[in-house]
């Protein structure tokens, strides 16, 4: 059947928007109510029924589904090949893997089944509705909500919080306090229930958790995590108690809590309902000690002194004659939100009822300079242990492993100067070779030889040398002094020799005779006149004899100098 597509998608998008429901989930319901009243029309629930909706096509089918068999047993469920074959000829139905399809139309539907479709449309509306609050609300548990009543009886309150409304019961109010018909008012959410009939949302007013809201939202401390809350009892509408701890010493819980004059626990109260009566808050200072935290938690009452069994759990009060009735509390109030908050069983006694019964307790004061103790105690094990830490990590850096040694200086092959390793492995050798063969001759024989020392590397050839090798001779130091003494005075004797030899050959050179020439037989390339002038200086530097007016052993010195 072919519906107008435009208006069918237009109608899918307003319920989308109106109840929160996706297309999907519209289009599945729709197609579940239509086969429920199909299949009511035809008369049996077990009548074989498909629906198919195109929302984007428009268009609706529905089928009444036959199985094909040779004989039939059942005529509602089955049908003869034969005559399934014969009426699909006559166009009143189509065979599709071995089922008979015969069409529906939508407009030959009774009223009757209209009217159920209909109501199975909202009924699974309904279902997915909640649904998609559970996925809502599933994440707000513990968590503060605003809605808006709409609905008052004796019972309790219905309150809208937006998609949906909530049912907040008369026992879960604080106190006597009373609504009107559009009052916005605050609700905590302490569970979401999900069942057959889809999700459920508890709400409560009364309920410590939305006390425990409400300091979170006032109290700074609490809201940054400076001030702890330890525990919490409540009588709503009656009075509470608020157990606080503070992470930092130099914070008071109790002071922060209660605000300059009062002003913070005031704003707390003023939230507290509209009955006749205000709710009380005792803000109670947490102490891992038990018997002082019980004595705090029986505020406002003083209490003298107290005996606790920390195994059993039990403890037993002391306070003053005219104290009994405050530490009680009007109908039982405050002892009873004392056991919640501590989880003690607290027994209250008289001084003079403790006096008769002879009962040893301890007082406030003793109890105060355990608590001091105890704290002296936990200090110093906290600087022992720090200081055990610092000895065993003084030489490893903070965040390494224990037992960590740092990597040591290294040199490498490839960083070294091969050059100059050659040469001291050479010498090495020199040494070693020289040892063997003193070793091998006779005391008497053994001489050291002289070696001369390789130049000194530049700085960029310096080398760490981790190992000095030490070469042991047979030869002592003063033959090594005398050796090398014996070595300066050759070479000074040859230096000197040398210069005389020098000196004798030019004398020599002087004294030979001169071998005259024919010039008749040779070209002269000079002429008379040159020649003659020629002759005037050699005559000159003849007179001038250089190597008799130098000493040169004057510069001796220098020449040692250059050597050594």
Not at 212 to 238: Q, W
Request: net charge negative; aromatic share 6%; proline share 2%.
């Amino acid at each position: 059947m072919a519906i107008n597509s435009a208006e069918f998608r237009e109608a899918l998008n307003q319920i989308e928007v109106a109840r929160g429901i996706s297309k999907e989930v519209i289009v599945k319901s729709l197609i579940e109510a239509m086969t429920k009243g199909y299949r009511k029309e035809l008369g049996g629930d077990d009548a074989l029924v498909e629906v198919n909706i195109d929302a984007e096509a428009g268009t609706i089918e529905m089928y009444h589904m036959k199985n094909i068999v040779q004989e039939v047993e059942d005529d509602f469920l089955e049908i003869e090949e034969k005559e399934a074959k014969a009426l699909a000829k006559e166009g009143k139905g189509f065979i599709k893997d071995n089922i008979y399809y015969v069409e529906a139309s939508i407009e030959e539907l009774r009223k009757a089944t209209a009217m159920s479709i209909k109501s199975i449309l909202r009924q699974k509306f309904a279902e997915a509705e909640k649904d998609v609050l559970y996925e809502a609300f599933k994440d707000k548990i513990n968590t503060m909500i605003t809605g808006r009543v709409e609905k008052i009886d004796e019972r309790g309150a219905s309150v809208n919080i937006g998609r949906t409304s909530v049912y907040l019961p008369r026992k879960q109010m604080i106190g006597d306090e009373r609504f009107s018909l559009g009052d916005q008012i605050r609700l905590f959410v302490s569970d979401v229930a999900s069942d057959m009939k889809g999700a459920h949302i508890v709400v409560s007013r009364a309920n410590e958790g939305f006390l425990r809201c409400l300091f979170n939202e006032e109290i700074r401390e609490i809201y940054d995590g400076t001030i702890v809350i330890k525990g919490i009892s409540r009588e709503a509408g009656e009075r509470s108690k608020v157990a606080v701890y503070s992470l930092n010493p130099e914070v008071d819980p109790a002071g922060a809590c209660i605000g300059q004059n009062g002003s913070r626990i005031q704003k707390i109260v003023s939230q507290l309902g509209n009955g006749t009566s205000k709710e009380k808050i005792d803000i109670i200072a947490y102490s891992k000690n038990a018997g002082l935290y019980i004595m705090e938690s029986l505020k406002p009452a003083h209490v003298a002194g107290i005996i606790h069994d920390e195994e059993a759990k039990t403890a037993t009060a002391i306070v003053k004659d005219d104290s009994l009735s405050l530490a009680i509390g009007r109908k039982g109030v405050n002892v009873r939100l004392a056991v919640r908050l501590t989880g003690y069983n607290i027994d209250i006694k008289t001084e003079s009822a403790a006096l008769e019964a002879g009962l040893t307790y301890l007082s406030f004061e003793e109890l105060q300079a355990q608590e001091i103790e105890m704290q002296k105690k936990l200090i110093a094990e906290a600087k022992a242990a720090q200081a055990q830490a610092t000895a065993s990590s003084e030489d490893v850096l903070p965040g390494l492993p224990e037992g960590y040694v740092a990597p040591q200086k290294r040199v490498y092959d490839d960083e070294e100067d091969t050059d100059l390793n050659e040469a001291l492995e050479l010498e090495s050798e020199k040494e070693a070779l020289v040892t063997k063969k003193a070793a091998k001759k006779p005391d008497s024989e053994v001489k050291e030889e002289i070696k001369v020392a390789p130049e000194a590397p530049t700085k960029e050839e310096e080398v760490e040398v981790k190992e000095v090798k030490v070469v042991k001779t047979t030869t002592t130091l003063s033959d090594l002094e005398k050796a090398l003494e014996a070595e300066e005075k050759k070479q000074s004797f040859t230096r000197k020799s040398w210069k005389k030899n020098a000196k004798k050959e030019e004398e020599s050179q002087d004294d030979k005779p001169i071998i005259s020439v024919d010039p008749s037989q040779h070209m002269s390339i000079y002429t008379e006149e040159e020649l003659r002038e020629m002759e005037k200086e050699e005559i000159v530097e003849s007179n001038v004899d250089i190597d008799e007016e130098v000493d040169y052993d004057e510069y001796d010195e220098y020449y040692d100098e250059d050597e050594k």
